[in-house]
């Protein structure tokens, strides 16, 4: 595994990163631990999660999520990087603390999460979506207001918009994957200009780059794309085997370019990964040993042009 520093002052994180969004809705209690513990012994330590992550089997609730990471890195804390996120919609209770960018929820929020995740700071705080309301300058204000009290080491944002960016932020989060580059038209200037890494998220397309998914065949039973629309589409499958055989040239699988050519984009921090299985983790993990050069990252734009998105 490789590592690196997010942007110009954050923590020091794997190349590749576990998300945490299966954690308490697709993965019991068994289910993260199996997952969580394969990710530690494949050297990742930035472990990614979110307050609104929850509800297993329509049984559980929000906030499971982190109350199953926190309990599977029990005895590991000191050695991981912990992000969470809040700002998305949460309960009826939670609610009741004001605008979700506003420093009586945010304070409230940290509480809760420090809680669930069961330690007394978290690595990297996240502002999930902008609320629409709250002047981001008072977010940010309650933000640093945490780092002083030690609750929080740094912050982050997420889905913020490059001409909202500021450099206060040492990470933002994105959609962004081999298939969709919109984000290099604005965000990454503005994440390389300000010192801000970025996080990517379905950095796989929902499993569309992970090398399982072939044109005239139906998805397998259970995965994402089985019952997601919109993404098997005639241009989706035209880039992927593209990609394919650009990786076949180079004795690379469809993975090992989706997660080693992302990660060498510029402004990108760690990619961030979900995960069901151990196995998962374990390739996820070693797609990040290939490092592409200039030429490789040409021939990548030729492919699928920086700023283009497919699906």
Known sequence: MRYRTLGERGPVVSVVGLGGNNFGSRLDEDGTNVVVHAALDAGITLFDTADMYGGFGGNGSRGDGERLLGAALKGHRDNVVLATKFGMEMSPEDDRHGARGSRRYVRHAVEASLRRLGTDRIDLYQYHEPDGVTLLDDTVAALRELVEEGKIRHFGCSNLPADQLTGDFVTVQARYHLLDRGVETELAPACVRLGVAILPYYPLANGLLSGK???????????RLSWRQG????????????????????????LQVAVGGLAALPAVGSVICGAMTPEQVTANAAAADWTPDEADLAALDEIVTPGDRVV
């Open 213 to 223: 998914y072939r044109r005239g065949e139906q998805p397998p039973p259970g995965s």
């Open 231 to 254: 993404w098997l589409t005639d241009a989706a499958l035209d880039r992927l085997e593209a990609l394919t055989a650009y990786g076949a040239d180079r004795g690379l699988t469809l």
